[in-house]
């Protein structure tokens, strides 16, 4: 997957006002999305014009253009202050989902971009200036939230936030219940918010363990199985 020229922006992302769209020719789109980040400009800031003079302070020795999500690694390498995260935006079904996560933290510079996509199959990255706003749709929260750039989570209050970032993405060490504690039992109590389906679907897969020659093995596939339960009689 990769982005290249200009292409208009989606009329739902655009109604959100929450991108800038470089209206660039050539197939640095990427580049002008990172540096539009970077220095920021208050007019005009879709004029490519506005960035093609600090194409200089990015290191892009070995990178090819079109942009690849695969070499986003190696710009990053190449770019000590700048991380990135990609999202995929779908214009038809209405979701965003990532397509690549940054594993770098706390660098000067980070960089939030959305990839778009014509009728053509052509891509086109935009800077994300508004992850309140991208994901506004969310949440039932009147006003800006603060959003985790990892997994698009809202959070409302600063505290909460701040106390998510210290665990996203991150493995977290299980904590067994002891008697010195008073609280002992993990319980489900807000029912409340459940909501019903009509049915569920259960499934899974059986592998077989095979030698892989090198002192360890492989999961072969073997089987699967998938089952419905109806919650009604409907």
């Known amino acids: 997957i990769e982005g290249s020229s200009y292409i208009k922006t989606p ?11 470089v209206k660039n020719k050539d197939k640095l789109c990427f580049l002008y999305a990172i540096l539009a980040q970077i ?42 202050t700048i991380s990135c995260n ?6 038809e079904e209405k979701y965003i989902a990532p397509l690549r996560v940054t594993t770098q933290r706390n660098r000067e510079h980070h960089v939030n971009l959305i990839l778009i996509t014509n009728d053509n199959g052509d891509g086109h990255y ?46 977290q060490a299980v904590e067994w219940p002891t008697e010195e504690k008073n609280n002992t039992t993990c319980q489900f109590k807000k029912h409340f918010k459940k909501l019903p389906v009509h049915f569920s679907i259960y499934a899974d897969f059986e592998c077989l363990l095979v030698p892989s020659g090198n002192g360890g093995s492989k999961h072969i596939p073997c089987g699967y199985a998938a089952i419905r339960v109806a919650t009604d009689s409907s």
């Open 39 to 80: 220095y920021t400009v208050k007019r005009n800031p879709q004029r490519v014009k506005q960035y093609k003079k600090y194409l200089s302070t990015l290191n892009t020795q070995g990178l090819q253009f079109p942009m690849t999500i695969k070499q986003v690694p190696k710009f990053e390498e190449l770019n000590p």
């Open 11 to 21: 009329k739902t992302l655009s109604n959100k006002g929450c991108t800038i769209n």
């Open 86 to 91: 990609i999202y995929y935006f779908d214009d």
């Open 126 to 171: 935009l800077l994300i200036s508004s992850l309140s706003r991208l994901v506004a749709h969310r949440t039932k929260h009147v006003g800006k939230t603060l959003v985790c750039p990892y997994c698009l989570s809202c959070h409302e209050l600063k505290t909460a936030f701040l106390e998510h970032q210290k665990m996203c993405t991150t493995l």
